[in-house]
Every structure is written in C-alpha cells, then in structure tokens.
C-alpha cells in the first residue's frame, strides 16, 4: 500500500523550468562589502597566514570550487551568479 502512495505522488509532480531572478538580498550585511568576481579575481591577492606566510585558497579559487560542485550535484536546475560579500579586500 505504501509503495502504491509512493508511485502515486511521485507522477502527480509538476516540474517548472524557469529561471528565477535573485533578489540579492545579502544573507550577512554587517560589516561587509559586496564585490564581483571579476573585481576579486583582478584586484584581490591570495590570503595567507600572518604567521608563517603560508597560502590559503583565494576566494576565486573557492567560490569556483563551489560553483563546480553545486552544478555537479544538481544537474538540469538553474545556477544563479553568487551575490559575493567581503569584509575587506584583500590587497596585499
């Protein structure tokens, strides 16, 4: 009977392909500044431990590692561009 339920409301959904806008409302907004990738990939250095001066991954490499797996993971849906906020540029 559950397996029946199952099929039942597995062939009663209905999928809309449309793209949907971002209304770029920041989940975090103190203390923060928003900057495109393009900005960050052209102007911003690799962070890296004050202590040792060991490199961190840049916030480029990490918000494309992202987006690689988020599109992996779920394939056919519409991936909207980041809204990408910063506490400060990282200039050196």
Do not use: W
């Amino acid at each position: 009977m559950l397996h029946t339920e199952l099929m039942a409301l597995q062939h009663s959904r209905t999928y809309i392909d449309y793209a949907e806008v971002s209304t770029a409302k920041p989940f975090l907004q103190a203390n923060t500044e928003e900057f495109s990738f393009q900005e960050i990939r052209k102007d911003h250095t690799i962070p890296c431990f004050a202590k040792d001066n060991e490199p961190l991954i840049s916030h480029c490499d990490f918000i494309d590692a992202t987006t690689e797996i988020i599109t992996d993971l779920f394939k056919g849906e519409t991936i909207l561009s980041p809204t990408i906020r910063l506490s400060h540029p990282i200039k050196g």
